[in-house]
């Protein structure tokens, strides 16, 4: 399912957090989000799962017009701040959450056997979640965004906190996904991940600078990335 974004518009009171944004993001790609701390980006993302309503503009996932109770299926959302129950085990958890997207029994549990090991944590699955650390919780929230296998995957910042090892599998499993269709907006600071993507997208204090292919970026910048928002600011520095 494509994601498209047409003059979305956010505030906050007096403050413009989102400002006149389009985007689109095809089935069967990764799109990075990159921007600097309180540039929107978790604002963008909450706007397009629904979670915010837009001040202005269209959102649409597929052919489904964004807010709206039916998209939700197809969204897998993974939040900065870990979407777990501390009170309860990882398995609970995801079963609780399965059963909220209605999944059968049987078919459950072997989607949450599947999800656990992907995330390396099959073996913890009966402790509570509170003697988790912090980089199991991110792990556990990243299979409650995976479990019911939606179209469309909206990560916020999902591999911080997440060691070397674990971050490529995690990296190979978002390709994985990529290759059988889904749709992948990754926010991140890390701008090495960049690489992992197909497309990427620059967002500067409400405002996307720059949208273009990984390749067109790498190949532009000799690889290195923040020269984007270097160049923006020195130009509009100038031009004040
Ligand atoms: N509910 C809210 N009410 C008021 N202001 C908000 C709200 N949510 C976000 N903001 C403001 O909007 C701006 C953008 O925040 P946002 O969380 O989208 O940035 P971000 O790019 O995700 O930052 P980070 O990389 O630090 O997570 C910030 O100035 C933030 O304070």
């Given at each position: 399912m494509n994601i498209n974004l047409s003059n979305v518009k956010k505030s906050f009171k007096k403050q413009t957090v989102l400002d006149n944004v389009?985007?689109?993001?095809?089935?069967?790609?990764?799109?990075?989000?990159?921007?600097?701390?309180?540039?929107g980006k978790t604002t963008l993302i909450r706007i397009i799962i629904g979670a915010l309503k837009a001040d202005e503009g269209t959102i649409k996932i597929g052919e489904y017009g964004i807010p709206g109770f039916e998209p939700l299926k197809h969204i897998g959302f993974m939040p900065q701040n870990d979407g777990v129950y501390n009170d309860m085990s990882a398995m609970?958890?995801?079963?609780f959450y399965g059963q909220l997207h209605r999944i059968k029994k049987r078919e459950l549990n072997e989607r949450v056997e599947k999800t656990l090991k992907l995330v390396e944590l099959w073996d913890e699955r009966n402790k509570l979640v509170t003697n988790?650390?912090?980089?199991?919780?991110?792990?556990?929230?990243?299979?409650?965004?995976?479990?019911?296998?939606?179209?469309?995957?909206?990560l916020d910042e999902p591999t911080v906190g997440i060691d070397p090892l674990l971050r490529r599998s995690i990296w190979d499993e978002f390709h994985k996904l990529k290759i059988s269709g889904k749709t992948?907006?990754?926010?991140?600071?890390?701008?090495?991940?960049?690489?992992?993507?197909?497309n990427a997208a620059f967002l500067y204090y409400g405002q996307i600078i720059k949208n273009d292919t990984v390749d067109n970026i790498l190949e532009s910048f000799s690889g290195n990335i923040e020269e984007i928002f270097l160049k923006w600011r020195t130009n509009n520095e100038n031009n004040c």
């Open positions: 389009n985007l689109n993001v095809e089935s069967g790609t990764i799109m990075c989000l990159l921007g600097p701390s309180g540039s609970d958890n995801l079963k988790y650390s912090g980089g199991m919780k991110k792990r556990l929230s990243l299979a409650i965004a995976l479990l019911h296998e939606p179209e469309v995957l909206l992948i907006i990754v926010s991140t600071h890390v701008m090495d991940e960049v690489k992992e993507c197909d």
